[in-house]
């Protein structure tokens, strides 16, 4: 069973996170996570550029200790960045310390204050630590499970399409998991997005002011 959205129902413990930034009627927001990895970041960053979208790409501080180049040429590319913790913790069994640890661990490679929670999970009280701190948690509206994809190419277009409304934050993933759904259906979704008349954004602070 597919999760492409999260319930609504969930959305109530986390006041303040962002799961659409639905005021911005024209615009779908693609994220990628996991990043930055050496066989799938300078491809997206090529497919970005060709189309001129800018993006928001929530990398792991380990990866960012490992590839600082890679790291560097996302933002050099005009890309926003934003902060998937060091280590990929699941929130739900990690302590609120632990949990606040590793995502400032991740903080000293990667700038700023936008966070987005590994697998989505996180407590409410990790969540609230966070927020004192000045992070905004980022969500999403739709997941694209491209790290899971047996679906063809058609169907998994039609999928991500029939999810498509204004102001949709996308995830996929900046990895070898994704790989194969961003060589071979992220294109086709791009253009389709943009034939319905979207236009891409990324995720910036100036949008929550
Ligand atoms: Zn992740």
């Not at 929670?117 to 980022?138: E, V």
């Not at 070898?176 to 389709?192: F, G, R, S, V, Y």
Request: a neutral charge; hydrophobic letters at 35%.
């Amino acid at each position: 069973m597919k999760h492409y959205r999260i319930p609504k129902w969930l959305k109530r413990f986390y006041p303040g996170a962002i799961w659409d930034f639905s005021f911005r009627s024209n615009s779908i927001f693609l994220t990628f996570d996991d990043g930055p990895n050496p066989s799938t970041t300078p491809y997206l960053l090529e497919l970005l550029d060709q189309h001129q979208i800018k993006a928001t790409f929530f990398c792991l501080g380990k990866n960012v200790q490992n590839y600082p180049e890679l790291f560097e040429m996302i933002i050099q590319n005009g890309h926003e960045v934003g902060n998937h913790s060091m280590n990929h913790p699941k929130g739900l069994h990690t302590t609120k310390h632990e949990y606040v640890q590793d995502v400032v661990s991740a903080s000293q490679f990667i700038p700023g204050k936008l966070f987005r929670p590994p697998y989505g999970k996180i407590k409410p009280s990790q969540f609230r630590a966070l927020k004192k701190m000045g992070y905004q948690t980022i969500f999403w509206s739709v997941l694209s499970y491209d790290f899971d994809q047996k679906l063809a190419t058609d169907e998994f277009i039609e999928t991500m399409m029939s999810y498509c409304e204004p102001g949709s934050i996308y995830v996929f993933h900046d990895s070898d998991k994704a790989a194969k759904t961003l060589q071979h259906e992220l294109p086709e979704l791009i253009q389709q997005m943009k034939m319905s008349g979207y236009h891409f954004a990324k995720i910036e602070p100036g949008l929550f002011s």
